[in-house]
């Protein structure tokens, strides 16, 4: 166990619709990374939160969004779902400066249905 | 694009041998170099690292090579064990970036 925590493990929606994902991050870390994972694909990194601002941005498309809150969490927004979107989303946490050298430690993800 | 990838897809090695994961890059500036294991269903999960002033760092069964002249990153398992059959990523970070990108993973299959 990680120490991360992500919520709802599982999610099917339809097309066109808008999903809330949620990461907790471990107790003390105050950077947040998500993560796009599509099937026998690597991971692709969307974002990065270090105490509440934006400090990295990846391949994330116009209708994501996410946002870290002052206890720290993070979520994700998913709007105007493609069928190209469904994926597993991961969230990971570091302690630090959030720097690519910090140890980045992942949550269980969310796998993501788009019917 | 991505600058890090993997030399192959899938791995098969009987139980107790060694096993030899391969990772190239191509960006000469990255200098942080990370290996995650992840388990079916389960979030990548850090294994070891390795900095750019380094040619090698041993872990625990693990034991990991950087060869900066080729670009070439090697995570080699001693006495493969069952457990350890799951999806190597390798990962690197560009000097000056905040960011890690992975490479796309080699599944390693245990015979038994």
Redesign the interface.
């Known amino acids: 166990d990680?120490g991360?925590t992500q919520t709802p493990k599982h999610l099917i929606t339809a097309t066109g619709q808008r999903v809330t994902l949620r990461c907790s991050p471990r107790s003390g870390d105050l950077s947040v990374?998500w993560?796009q994972q599509s099937l026998?694909?690597?991971?692709?990194?969307l974002i990065?939160y270090y105490n509440g601002e934006e400090?990295?941005k990846?391949n994330i498309l116009e209708r994501f969004s996410a946002q870290q809150f002052p206890d720290l969490h993070s979520e994700l927004n998913l709007s105007s779902l493609e069928l190209g979107d469904s994926a597993l989303y991961?969230c990971?946490s570091s302690s630090s400066g959030?720097?690519?050298?910090d140890?980045?430690?992942?949550?269980?993800?969310t796998r993501l249905t788009v019917l | 694009g991505?600058s890090v990838g993997l030399h192959l897809p899938t791995l098969s090695v009987q139980e107790g041998d060694n096993s030899i994961i391969n990772c190239a890059y191509s960006n000469s500036a990255s200098d942080?170099f990370?290996w995650?294991k992840q388990e079916s269903?389960?979030?990548?999960?850090?294994i070891i690292?390795i900095?750019s002033n380094m040619d090698k760092r041993q872990g625990q069964r693990v034991t990991v090579l950087l060869n900066k002249t080729v670009k070439h990153l090697s995570l080699q398992i001693a006495a493969t064990q069952p457990g350890d059959s799951a999806v190597y990523?390798c990962a690197e970070?560009?000097r000056g970036?905040?960011?890690?990108?992975?490479?796309?993973?080699t599944r390693l299959h245990i015979l038994p």
């Open positions: 990680s991360v990374y993560y026998d694909q690597g991971l692709q990194f990065q400090r990295a990846g991961f990971a959030g720097r690519g050298t140890t980045q430690y992942f949550g269980p993800g | 991505e942080y990370i995650y269903g389960k979030g990548p999960q850090f690292d900095r990523f970070n560009i970036d905040d960011k890690i990108i992975f490479g796309k993973g």
